[in-house]
């Protein structure tokens, strides 16, 4: 019984299982032993999270109704494999390319690329919709939460 609708949660609900096992294996710092927020806690609750959406979503496709309509058969297209694959490289290239060029770039370039790669075409929105994100989240977490995001080796 393992159809279309019940392959992606399952698969999902695998990978925040591993991910939430990963996420308790966190060491904690000395000081933060006392501490109710840790390095650990994002992601322990992104597990969490993840692994209840998996779970609502595996329970509301088993409680659907079937349909009596015999729904024909979809297969996967070529493009979808190749795109599927291009992203996965470009995630890949997206991690080796963080050190040395820095968040804000590398993650624009990501983005962009992405956004072609799933078949965004218009140059305003592949533009409005990368650079601004990027600029917005590195301002928020740099600048607002204090957080470090690598500037990359190239600048200094």
Same mark, same amino acid.
């Given at each position: ?8 949660? @399952?698969?999902? /609900?695998? %990978?925040?299982?591993? &991910? ?8 904690l710092?000395?000081?933060?032993? &006392?501490?109710m927020?840790? @390095?650990? !806690? %994002?992601?322990k ?6 692994i ?9 496709t088993? *409680? ?8 024909p058969?979809?297969? /996967? ?5 190749? +795109? !599927?694959?291009?992203?996965?490289? /470009?995630?890949? *290239?997206y991690? !080796?390319? *963080? ?8 993650? @624009?370039?990501?983005? %962009?690329v ?5 078949g965004e +075409?218009?140059?305003?929105?592949? %533009? ?7 600029v ?8 607002i939460l ?11």
């Amino acid at each position: 019984m393992l159809n279309r609708e019940l392959l992606g949660p @399952s698969l999902f /609900l695998a %990978l925040f299982t591993l &991910y939430a096992i990963v996420a308790w294996q966190i060491p904690l710092l000395p000081f933060e032993e &006392y501490e109710m927020v840790t @390095s650990a !806690t %994002l992601p322990k609750v992104y597990a969490g999270f993840g692994i209840l959406v998996c779970l609502l979503s595996i329970g509301a496709t088993l *409680l659907k109704p079937q349909e009596q309509k015999e729904e024909p058969e979809q297969r /996967l297209d070529k493009r979808d494999v190749l +795109r !599927t694959f291009g992203l996965l490289v /470009l995630m890949v *290239l997206y991690s !080796t390319a *963080l050190e040395p060029i820095g968040f804000l770039i590398s993650t @624009s370039i990501f983005l %962009l690329v992405g956004f072609f790669v799933m078949g965004e +075409r218009r140059k305003k929105i592949l %533009l409005l919709a990368s650079i601004p994100v990027v600029v917005v989240f590195w301002f928020l977490m740099t600048q607002i939460l204090g957080i470090y995001l690598v500037p990359g080796d190239l600048w200094s």
